[in-house]
Structure formats: structure tokens, C-alpha cells
């Protein structure tokens, strides 16, 4: 049973994922609607980095607003929540604090969304190597694993409990799919005031890398190989697929 009541209140999402898919503008344009409050901040990391869960704690965090006289849904966005592991398993923490909570996902072509991924870890965090060495690492990553994480989260949710979609399907129309999104959550149908995207901002001793270079054709093929099984059963589990995997 969710520990929190309040005759205003109409349910609570998440964001659970993924790095660099665009989370943060859809954030945006999620608190843009009038019946949704804002959280604390954007990532509030609640589930995967406090041990003793609280919930009436994480429902205080997730309202910046005491005055809540409207109906009103709270929610989050952290896309670590998505692939990281603990114990116990976050999906079933979730599960068991936020039962009827409804999911987002945001997932882009893991073969850019892990290019983007080492470039913002080479102008913030210092990485070194060459991305035809670095990507073998990489893959290996959690943040890579779209089937496997998903089964995870499926263990514990159906799929109708969540909104699954790709990124450029998502900005390619982004009023269409944030109407979508209102009708998933149950809200009133609206449109963006504001559908300019949030571009995050780097440390001043980050090294600029606004115009990264593009992929080599064979690195590319490489990654599409090892990808391709992986995204076949993303595409078994959520009917979602890129011409590329095909």
C-alpha cells in the first residue's frame, strides 16, 4: 500500500531510463503539465542508493510543493534506476513501495546511445582510450543491456504498467509523443509551452567535445554485430526495434 494519502492525489511515475537517451528533456516537458508537481530534483537516486527505504521520506522528496489544492501525480527521473543492480533487486523495491506506480522508459539505438555515453566520459570523467578499444568494455556494461534489464523489471511489472519508446521516435514528434505519454498517465491531454530540449552543462575543466566525430563505418558494423542478438530479444519482449538490428 503506498504510504501516501491525499484526496488530491492521482499517482506517481518514474523514469526509469536510460543514460543519454534524453531523460532529462523529457523531465522537462513532463513537469510542464498542470497536474504534475516537481520533484526535489530530477534524480533523486532514492532507490539506488538508500538502504533503509523510507517511503514516507521518498514521498516528501518527490513533492517541492506543500500546497497541492489541484489533483497532482508525482514522479521522478533516474535512469540509473533502470540497470542497477542491488540487493534487494530495485524493480522489487518499487514493486513493494509504489505498487500501481506507472514506468517510463526512453531507449535510443544502443549503438549511439553507448558512442554518446563514452564522449560525455571523456569530456567529464577522464576517459582515455580510443572508442574502437573502450566499446568492448563498454558493452559489457550494464547501460548496455536493454533485454536483460528489462527482464528484471518484468519480473516484477506487465508491460501495461509501462511506457516504452524510442528516443527519436519521441522527438522526431514530440507533442504527439508526449500526448501519448498524458494518456498513459492518466492526465489531461495538453501541449508543450516549451519543447526546446535541456542541454546539459559540463565542469569548466571538462574538455570540449561539443561536435564529436562520427563513427567509423566498420567500428559501426562491429557493434551492430555485437548488438544484434541482444536487440532481437528487446524486440521479443517489447515489439520495439531498429532498422539496423533487422
Partial sequence: MVPF?????????????EAKCGTSSLYKYLIQHPNITPARCKELHYFDKVDNINPSRYF???SSNTNLTIPFMLGEATPAYFRVKRSPDIPKTIKNTIPGVHLILLVRNPIDRMYSNYWHHVRKHGEKRPFEKAMYSWFKNPISDYSGNLKRWLRYFNLNQMFIIKSADFFNN???GYQRLCTFLGLSVVNLNDVSPVIPTAPKEAIPTK???????STREILRNMFVDQMQEFHDLTGISWDEFV
Avoid at 561536435?211 to 563505418?217: D, L, N
Wanted: proline fraction near 4%.
Fill in 5 to 17: 494519502k491525499h484526496k488530491n492525489y492521482l499517482g506517481t511515475y518514474l523514469v526509469i531510463g
Fill in 60 to 62: 516528501s522528496l518527490l
Fill in 174 to 176: 514530440i507533442q504527439n
Fill in 211 to 217: 561536435h564529436y566525430p562520427k563513427m567509423k563505418r
